[in-house]
């Protein structure tokens, strides 16, 4: 099972709303992963867990806020978004996280988020 | 910044044509990936070359790196119409200690006529 899957596919919220994303994976990864990709343009890495602890955030605003409960689940939290938020949020694992050359990411579907 | 650049941005073939994409990097690099993308969706995986790799096939796919001149390039022989989607090349590299980052280049959209 190669799988990662990612919930909602779609969210439409306001600016004031508080929202969660989802991800799940169960291949036994120890590393999970966030990309924010707005239209026609690449991923752009947010934040990335390894063994369940935070090991690297690309600067991003405290507007998202990570979690990983546990080595399956990673959760991005939305508070206060703002418009030019909106974009394809995908979640990624890979096995491990430590420079192996064999690291391959695999993705999930996204969550299309728009801010209104 | 991005670490990889495609080349060409856009290329339209064929059905049965051979359909060949471009990456150029920057920095030294543990592997180079290459992601498929259907329009608005994930990410899939279609082949890794590590930086000590000059070749790989993968079926239709064939990927060679010149870590010398900083690319790579990736071949879809006998292209079908299923092809159609956007292609990213991705970069591994260590950012210092266990660091390890997925940088990806800009993606060639690939259409494939019927």
């Known amino acids: 099972d190669t799988e990662v899957t990612q919930t909602p596919k779609h969210l439409v919220m306001g600016m004031t709303n508080k929202k969660s994303l989802k991800c799940e994976q169960h291949?036994?990864?120890?590393?999970m992963y966030w990309y924010k990709q707005k239209a026609k343009k690449p991923p752009e890495l947010m934040f990335v867990?390894?063994?369940?602890?935070?090991?690297i955030n690309e600067s991003v605003p405290s507007r998202f806020s990570p979690e990983c409960p546990n080595s399956s689940l990673l959760n991005l939290h939305l508070h206060a978004l703002q418009p030019e938020d909106s974009a394809l949020y995908l979640c990624?694992?890979?096995?491990?996280?430590?420079?192996?050359?064999?690291?391959?990411?695999?993705f999930g579907p996204g969550t299309r988020l728009t801010v209104l | 910044s991005q670490q990889g650049e495609e080349d060409p941005q856009a290329l339209s073939i064929q059905e049965g044509e051979n359909a060949t994409m471009n990456c150029s990097y920057k920095?030294?690099?543990?592997?180079l990936q290459w992601y498929r993308q259907n329009s608005g969706r994930g990410l899939v995986h279609l082949i890794l070359?590590?930086?000590?790799?000059r070749e790989k096939h993968s079926g239709r796919l064939r990927v060679t790196l010149d870590t010398s001149k900083k690319s790579s390039s990736l071949l879809i022989t006998a292209s079908r119409a299923a092809d159609t989607a956007s292609y990213f090349c991705?970069?591994?590299?260590?950012?210092?200690?266990?660091?390890?980052?997925?940088?990806f280049g800009k993606g060639t959209l690939l259409t494939v006529n019927p």
């Open positions: 990624a694992s890979s096995q491990d996280f430590g420079g192996s050359s064999t690291d391959t990411q695999y």
């Open positions: 291949m036994g990864h120890r590393a």
């Open positions: 867990y390894s063994y369940e602890k935070l090991s």
């Open positions: 920095t030294s690099i543990n592997n």
């Open positions: 070359i590590r930086s000590n790799e």
């Open positions: 991705a970069t591994g590299t260590n950012s210092g200690g266990s660091n390890y980052k997925l940088t």
